[in-house]
C-alpha cells in the first residue's frame, strides 16, 4: 500500500520536516535549515552518469551558494556507504569535495514525501530498480517554505548557475519589493512589485521608468544587489 503522504507540496507551504542517515551524520531538516536558505536536490541512484556531474558542480559552486547565506542538501536513494564511495568518485572527477550531506534514501520515503517520483508509490522502478526520476529541485526559504520547485528528466543535467540566479531573484525580490523580468541576472534592471503604487515608487526608486502602467522598470542601487 502506498505511504501516506500529506497535502500536496506547493510554492508556498511549509517544507515538511523529516529525519534522516547523511553523509554527515544524521539530521533533522528544520534544525538543518535553521535561519538559512536551502536548495534540496535529489537524485534516483548513486554512481548515475548525469548526477555524477552535477553533484560535483554543486560542490563547486558551494561557496557561492554560502555567499548568499543558502545551505545545500543532496538525496539519492541508495546507503550512506554507498554515498561515500561515489562521493570520492565526483572528488576524483570534478576536482570538487561534497562538504554538504547527502541523504541516504534507500528506501525512497523522503522522495515519496517530496512527491520527487514519477509513479505514485515507492515501488515503481524500472528494470533495473531506478526509481523514476527524483530529479527535483526545492527552494526553501529560513522561514521553511518551499519557494521553488524543479523537477528534471533523466536526460537533462541540471543548471547550476540558473538555480543561484532564482536565488538571487528570491533575496532580491524579498529585500526591495521587487520581480524580476526575463532571463534577468544580478545588476540588470528589475520591475517594481505591483503592489507598489507610483507615488512609494518615486521615494523607493527614483529612477523608475512607467513602460506601462502594469510593467514599471528600476536600476536597483549596487549596494541593493544581490549578492552583495
Ligand atoms: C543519470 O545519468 O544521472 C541518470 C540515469 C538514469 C536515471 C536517472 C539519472
Known amino acids: 500500500m502506498a505511504e501516506q503522504r500529506a497535502a500536496p507540496l506547493r510554492l508556498g507551504t511549509v517544507a515538511p520536516n ?7 551524520g544524521p539530521i533533522d531538516l528544520h534544525e538543518y535549515i535553521g535561519d538559512k536558505w536551502l536548495v534540496f536536490f535529489s537524485h534516483p541512484e548513486d554512481y548515475t552518469p548525469v548526477c555524477t556531474t552535477e553533484l560535483g558542480e554543486m560542490a563547486r559552486l558551494e561557496p557561492d551558494f554560502a555567499k548568499r547565506g543558502v545551505k545545500l542538501l543532496g538525496l539519492s536513494a541508495n546507503t550512506v556507504e554507498s554515498h561515500e564511495g561515489w562521493a570520492s568518485d565526483i ?3 570534478s576536482g570538487n569535495t561534497l562538504n554538504f550531506p547527502i541523504v541516504a534514501d534507500k528506501e525512497r520515503k523522503v522522495a515519496y514525501l517530496y512527491d520527487m517520483l514519477d509513479y505514485q508509490d515507492t515501488t515503481n522502478v524500472d528494470e533495473k530498480g531506478i526509481a523514476f526520476t527524483i530529479r527535483s529541485v526545492f527552494i526553501i526559504d529560513p522561514r521553511k517554505t518551499i519557494r521553488t ?7 537533462t543535467g541540471r543548471n547550476a548557475n540558473e538555480i543561484l540566479r532564482i536565488v538571487d531573484s528570491l533575496q532580491t525580490g524579498d529585500k526591495h519589493k521587487v520581480t524580476t523580468p526575463v532571463n534577468w541576472v544580478p545588476g540588470d534592471d528589475v520591475i517594481v512589485h505591483p503592489s507598489v503604487k ?3 515608487a518615486k521615494e523607493l526608486f527614483p529612477d523608475f521608468r512607467i513602460v506601462k502602467p502594469y510593467l514599471r522598470f528600476t536600476p ?9
Open 91 to 93: 572528488k576524483e572527477i
Open 220 to 228: 536597483l542601487p549596487k549596494d541593493k544587489i544581490t549578492p552583495a
Open 18 to 24: 523529516f529525519q534522516s542517515e547523511t553523509t554527515k
Open 149 to 155: 520547485i524543479l523537477s528534471y528528466p533523466a536526460s
Open 198 to 200: 507610483n507615488e512609494q
